[in-house]
């Protein structure tokens, strides 16, 4: 068969930070003013149903195609990879696998961390822009409903996404579960990389703490979050030891290669508890000796995130229950899409020979009883097409050539088949 006359197939291809580095993904990374080239492109070779999603863990295109090159072409037209590294580190999924590869990502499954749902809003960004392009079809529209609701479903019906799988977020659960009157201490945090100003951000939203301090070496950094978030105070480097001799909480993030706070930096008799949330410690051990410092650093926080992956672990099986009740939807939707009009076609033709004999019958034999024999072969014209439905549903069935059959054997008008119809 020429790949001109090949049916089309529904395909996911791509690679993710399963197999492929920063690097690697970087590459192959989709700009979105390219992907919008990339859609155009993609409609003016007749590709019917295409999106991409391009994100730091993952770049991917699902569509339909002739076969999967014709997608991966586009990728690497319109990123820096090249097909070498592509074949290194890339997944092609087909059909229903690439259907049920979408429900992972949906439902947070296949995020680099389990239960994650960052993912769903770019895969709605990324959707929404393939519908204004218009590359998308009925088949992607329905499937990315049913995706987006079993993605729902899985977030408010399990625990896959409970708990924290973030160093920010653990040190507050920390504080709320460990630190008497939390709300009412006084908090310095001290470096403003990414995980100081997400744990700052974190103390906001989950505490009603209003006596947060924050403490950078670069003043202007402090100066623009608190610009951003008022209820916050800035506080000057130069201060440092003040600060932490007056707060009773201390929040350590500065991310350097040598402890930025050391027992000298601490008064005697200070009760005080502090959070080191880098790596490598930043924090020196010798604090510890100081009565009344309590010292927690990354690897006592990350129990709490080990607790919370293997509580998400354990919810895997319920999760995929719900996926694989929007699945069968899906392939029951599909299945009326595809078989009624060959069904209906099949099921008309055999009314016809019905119709027929017995007419036929009822002008031959006396007493013929019409009523008893259209109640008999309704019946077997029912099973029949019952029995051509599971045929088709059957994945090993080649459906084109099965309603190709039947049409030539009932002399009916041949009925084609396109997956993407």
């Not at 201490?185 to 700052?200: D, F, R």
């Not at 979050?225 to 506080?235: R, T, Y």
């Not at 490598?280 to 009565?291: A, G, L, R, Y």
């Not at 024999?373 to 069935?397: C, D, G, P, W, Y």
Request: net charge negative; aromatic share 6%.
């Amino acid at each position: 068969m020429s790949q001109e006359n090949m049916p089309t197939k529904f395909y996911n291809v791509g690679l993710s930070y399963k197999k492929a580095d920063v690097k690697v993904r970087g590459a192959f990374s989709v700009t979105k003013e390219n992907q919008k080239l990339l859609l155009l492109d993609a409609k003016k070779k007749g590709i019917d149903g295409i999106f991409v999603l391009s994100t730091c863990n993952r770049t991917e295109i699902t569509g339909f195609a002739k076969h999967p090159f014709e997608l991966i072409s586009l990728l690497i037209k319109y990123s820096k990879g090249n097909v070498e590294d592509f074949i290194e580190v890339s997944n092609v999924y087909k059909n229903n696998d690439a259907v049920k590869h979408l429900f992972n990502i949906a439902t947070g499954l296949d995020s680099q961390i389990l239960g994650d749902y960052e993912i769903v809003g770019q895969l709605k960004e990324s959707f929404k822009l393939a519908k204004k392009m218009g590359t998308t079809n009925a088949y992607l529209e329905r499937l990315m409903n049913l995706v987006l609701q079993a993605s729902k479903d899985v977030k408010n019906n399990t625990k896959l996404s409970s708990g924290t799988t973030s160093v920010a977020y653990a040190a507050i659960q920390y504080i709320v579960e460990n630190v008497e009157n939390h709300s009412d201490k006084k908090i310095l945090i001290y470096g403003l990389g990414e995980i100081g100003k997400n744990t700052c951000k974190n103390v906001l939203n989950y505490t009603s703490n209003k006596q947060i301090t924050l403490i950078n070496r670069t003043h202007e950094t402090a100066l623009g979050f608190v610009k951003e978030h008022p209820e916050v105070k800035a506080g000057n480097f130069e201060d440092l030891i003040t600060e932490i001799h007056t707060t009773d909480i201390l929040i350590v993030a500065t991310g350097a290669p040598i402890p930025t706070v050391i027992k000298e930096h601490l008064k005697e008799n200070q009760e005080l508890q502090i959070l080191d949330l880098s790596m490598p410690e930043n924090v020196d051990i010798s604090v510890k000796e100081i009565p009344g410092v309590t010292l927690i650093n990354v690897d006592e926080l990350s129990k709490i995130t080990d607790k919370t992956i293997e509580i998400r672990e354990s919810e895997i099986p319920a999760a995929e229950k719900i996926i694989e009740k929007y699945k069968e939807e899906f392939n029951n939707w599909i299945s009326l899409r595809k078989f009624v009009p060959a069904v209906n076609a099949l099921k008309e033709s055999l009314l016809a020979i019905q119709h027929d004999e017995i007419d036929f019958h009822s002008k031959k034999l006396k007493d013929f009883n019409i009523e008893h024999a259209e109640f008999v072969t309704s019946r077997m014209i029912q099973k029949i097409t019952t029995q051509f439905v599971k045929h088709l549903k059957n994945e090993e069935t080649s459906v084109d050539q099965s309603i190709s059959v039947i049409s030539k054997m009932f002399n009916i008008k041949e009925l084609s088949l396109n997956e993407n119809d």
